[in-house]
């Protein structure tokens, strides 16, 4: 029943994708949701000290205070401000609820003591294996809810064919997610002097339902002792809340002029 359930979804998101296939809406950015990824009982990924749940919220409220004071035109909604856990269709549901036109989810990264540098995903299907790998640990937050199989229409991550419906979802805006994630990813390397390791798409759940361009930026890996020193920094966590706070405003520059 779940199957058949999930096969008349894809089948739906298929129909609106043809008809409209540059997205469902034309569009200024006047509303931005922020999401600071994890929270509360979810740490996500550790470094030797520091926890994933907490160096993102840094970041994203460094971030979100940038825009607030330059950006009076654009409303400013956090999933979070403090230490909670939010399942992650919530969070997805904030952006739809409020007609965001861009979501932002701040998190950061881990693996080998010796992988380092920055990565922004879109959504999309797992490219190489490395980015599989990456979303799998992101969604692994899905585990914590109390019922994610009606939460997200029958979701089984052991099941292959369920993430084609992450890339119907986001198919729509996935020209203004690259090029809003490749300002993001010159603007780490340019500013924060960090090395960036791309732009690349995976499956997250965190984005699957949003409707308008939406980015997971992965900040640098805590599992890194160097980056983890630079990311729990004030200085290190104001560079990259600044990176992006520019590359937004690029953005919303070309935005803005294709939406007159």
């Known amino acids: 029943m779940k199957k058949i359930k999930f096969s008349i979804l894809i089948g739906l998101v298929i129909l ?27 740490s996500g990924c550790l470094g030797a000290a520091a926890k994933e749940k907490d160096v993102a919220l840094q970041i994203a409220l460094a971030f979100g205070k940038m825009l607030e004071t330059n950006h009076k ?25 409020n007609n965001a036109d861009l979501f932002i989810s701040f998190h950061l990264n881990s693996a080998s003591s010796q992988a380092h540098g920055t990565e922004t995903f879109t959504q999309g299907l797992h490219v190489t294996g490395a980015n599989l790998e990456v979303s799998k640990r992101e969604n692994a937050s899905v585990l914590l809810e109390s019922d994610y199989t009606a939460n997200y229409d029958g979701f089984d991550p ?55 361009p939406a ?39 070309e935005i803005d002029k294709d939406g007159k």
Do not use: C, W
């Open 16 to 42: 609106l994708v043809s008809v409209n296939p540059l997205g469902l809406k034309a569009y200024k950015i006047r509303t931005v949701v922020i999401d600071a990824g994890h929270g509360g009982h979810d």
């Open 215 to 253: 980015v997971l930026i992965e900040s640098g890996f805590l599992t890194n002792r160097n980056e983890e020193k630079f990311l729990t920094s004030p200085e290190g966590q104001q560079k990259m809340a600044e990176s992006v706070y520019q590359a937004f405003v690029a953005y919303k520059a």
């Open 73 to 97: 035109d654009v409303k400013v909604i956090y999933t979070r401000k403090d230490d909670r856990f939010l399942e992650l269709h919530q969070r997805a549901s904030i952006a739809n609820k």
């Open 158 to 212: 052991k099941d292959p064919t369920t993430h084609i419906i992450f890339e119907l979802f986001q198919s729509a805006y996935r020209n203004q997610s690259i090029r809003f994630a490749e300002k993001i990813e010159t603007n780490f390397e340019k500013r924060a002097g960090r090395f960036s390791r791309g732009v690349k798409q995976a499956g997250f759940l965190v984005l699957y339902r949003t409707t308008m």
